[in-house]
């Protein structure tokens, strides 16, 4: 065959599927006003931003915004912070879904595994504003966690305005609501587990245990390793949506992360070009935490994303 | 998948010769049993509130409740007289519907010329996309944008526009496009037809479970969401209900928006939390049967 020089190609290519490249337009328009266009975030993390001169019209300032959040009282507060909520969430929250799909497994039942999955899906599908409420309604005094509690520890008040509780409540609040919702990839990586390993694992007499350990376990690994590389990707962008709602000024010492940080200083005070550095330093953590996961876990299981 | 009962069904079917049970097995449904109760137990507890008495609530304070006191309609009844719950709850539905309609328009393009074959720009086009997975701006710059350069602020647009496209949601429809049958492309081509009906009459009917899922995907997360609404929508009447459960929920605000009455100053609350979740709740046993299937395979490969 005679290879087409790229004018060639490409003109064969558009009579065939100028269709396509049509129907992508919507796409392409969507992607670089919504997605492309916001990156100039870069660019205003160094300016000091003023809206009526525009990017191009402001003063670019460098590092400043950068050397000023760093060097603030609340800086160290607010990473620590942010880091000790996402590592508790990851801690606790991250291996439930996979040991209740793990024990979903070793259910006899059929009519009970579907019963327990329909049910563990159920929070899934609360909102945030309404799980929040459920949750100071709960530990409140008047709640039926909290009036327990103070009993038993002869405390007042509302157990949210304590902060030795703030990170508890938050992550068990999550556990309840994405637990079940989350097994569901490893529901799924558990049936393409190939049913002849377990029927030879039976004829080599293995026990529950050991097919768990020798058949189960290793099918969901790949799938517990990418979700846990892309989990890694957001360790510092704990949302700000539940954080919001459940902060009160009593927890500011603890509840503060730089999501709710970022939206207070971004969007209230209005300080644009240091809101963005703040922004831009935590997707810059992010990357650079989902490439050496990515890497570390390249290296040692084979399993990657990229 | 021969099984077309969902293939969620065969996890619990397989390798159990349905034995005896040992001492594990009686441990696990016990186990299980008390995860029920315990995930349960919050939500019951909001529905016995909801339908009781404000006043025998009050009384009652931090008790277990097991059923609901004076059952009674009351707190419903209040909520659904008032204008601003009502308005927002229309609202809510107005910004989830549309929502919904514009990602699934766009979630369908996309993953139909990502499926094709032989397309030139089609590397260049994955690249794009995958870009936006790590970064696609801030807060801010997405506030500015939205606010300053699109003048957004105060219309739904705001709330439906950006973040219509999933790319997650847009990789499961791709993997389902993909495993259409070739053949059956090639068929329709042969008699004529070009990729705007191809997609509509071959793809689209054929990947329904995964599409019908979709929506679930797309709905629940924008009937859920308060926060954009919060920083983009300046009156009142446009409010969503999520904002107004946030006035009722979070912020106390039950006297100002006139729901002091004392018969259900206590039950509102409750009520207000059944309402907003009760209509996105709903749709779940609506789109299960296509659940297990359409979500399964995309995520096996996917």
């Not at chain 2, 105060?154 to 495993?179: K, Q």
Request: aromatic share 14%; net charge positive; charged share 15%.
């Amino acid at each position: 065959m005679k290879k087409d020089n790229l004018v060639t190609v490409l003109k064969k290519d558009f009579k065939r599927n100028w269709m396509l490249y049509l129907m992508f337009v919507p796409i392409l328009v969507y992607l670089i006003i919504f997605c492309y266009w916001p990156m100039n975030g870069i660019l205003i993390a160094f300016q000091d931003y003023r809206p009526r001169r525009g990017i191009w019209g402001s003063d670019w300032v460098g590092f400043k915004h950068f050397k000023a959040f760093f060097t603030t009282y609340s800086c160290r507060q607010i990473i620590g912070n942010t880091l000790k909520l996402s590592l508790a969430c990851l801690f606790f929250g991250f291996p439930a879904p996979v040991v209740l799909s793990l024990f979903l497994n070793e259910l006899k039942s059929r009519r009970l595994g579907r019963m327990v999955q329909n049910i563990t899906y159920l929070p899934h599908f609360i909102s945030t504003v309404v799980v929040c409420g459920m949750v100071l309604n709960f530990v409140g005094s008047e709640g039926f966690i909290g009036s327990f509690y103070n009993q038993l520890t002869g405390s007042k008040g509302s157990m949210i305005t304590r902060k030795e509780l703030y990170i508890p409540i938050y992550v068990l609040s999550n556990i309840w609501e994405e637990m079940g919702w989350g097994t569901i990839v490893y529901l799924a990586a558990l049936l393409s587990i190939d049913t002849t390993l377990y029927e030879a694992a039976s004829i080599d007499v293995a026990g529950r245990w050991a097919k768990m350990f020798n058949v189960t376990i290793p099918g969901i690994l790949p799938t517990f390793i990418i979700t846990f590389i892309l989990r890694m990707g957001r360790i510092l962008s704990v949302g700000s949506d539940k954080a919001l709602l459940l902060q009160t000024d009593a927890t500011l010492e603890v509840s503060d992360i730089i999501s709710t940080y970022v939206y207070r200083r971004g969007i209230h005070d209005q300080s644009w070009g240091y809101s963005s550095a703040v922004g831009l330093f935590t997707i810059v953590i992010n990357i650079t935490l989902i490439t050496i996961t990515n890497r570390l876990s390249k290296k040692v299981s084979g399993n990657s994303l990229w | 998948m021969s099984n077309n009962k969902g293939s969620g069904r065969s996890l619990f079917k397989r390798r159990r010769k349905l034995g005896a049970y040992d001492w594990f097995d009686y441990l696990n449904t016990a186990m299980m049993l008390l995860l029920c109760v315990v995930m349960l137990y919050p939500m019951w507890h909001v529905v016995c509130a909801s339908f009781s008495d404000g006043v025998e609530l009050m009384k009652h304070g931090g008790n277990i409740l097991l059923a609901p006191l004076n059952f009674t309609f009351d707190a419903y009844k209040a909520a659904f007289k008032h204008s601003l719950i009502v308005g927002s709850f229309l609202n809510s539905v107005s910004i989830t519907v549309g929502s919904v309609a514009v990602s699934m328009v766009m979630t369908i393009l996309c993953a139909y010329v990502l499926s094709r074959q032989r397309v030139f720009f089609k590397k260049f086009f994955n690249l794009m996309i995958v870009i936006t997975m790590f970064y696609s701006g801030t807060l801010i710059s997405r506030y500015m944008l939205i606010t300053q350069t699109l003048g957004l602020s105060d219309t739904f647009w705001a709330l439906i526009l950006p973040g219509c496209l999933s790319v997650y949601n847009m990789i499961i429809v791709r993997t389902a496009f993909e495993g259409v049958p070739d053949s059956l492309n090639e068929a329709a081509y042969i008699d004529g037809a070009n990729h705007w009906q191809v997609m509509w009459k071959v793809t689209v009917p054929l990947c329904k479970s995964t599409l019908a899922v979709m929506v679930l995907y797309y709905a629940v997360p924008v009937w859920n969401s308060w926060f954009s609404a919060s920083i983009y929508l300046k009156s009142r009447e446009k409010l969503p209900l999520q904002l107004v459960l946030r006035e009722i929920l979070i912020q106390n605000n039950i006297e100002q928006l006139g729901l002091d009455a004392i018969n259900i100053a206590a039950s509102i609350e409750y009520a207000a939390m059944i309402i907003g979740t009760l209509p996105i709740l709903l749709l779940y046993p609506a789109l299960q049967k296509h659940f297990t299937k359409g979500v399964m395979i995309g995520a096996v490969k996917g």
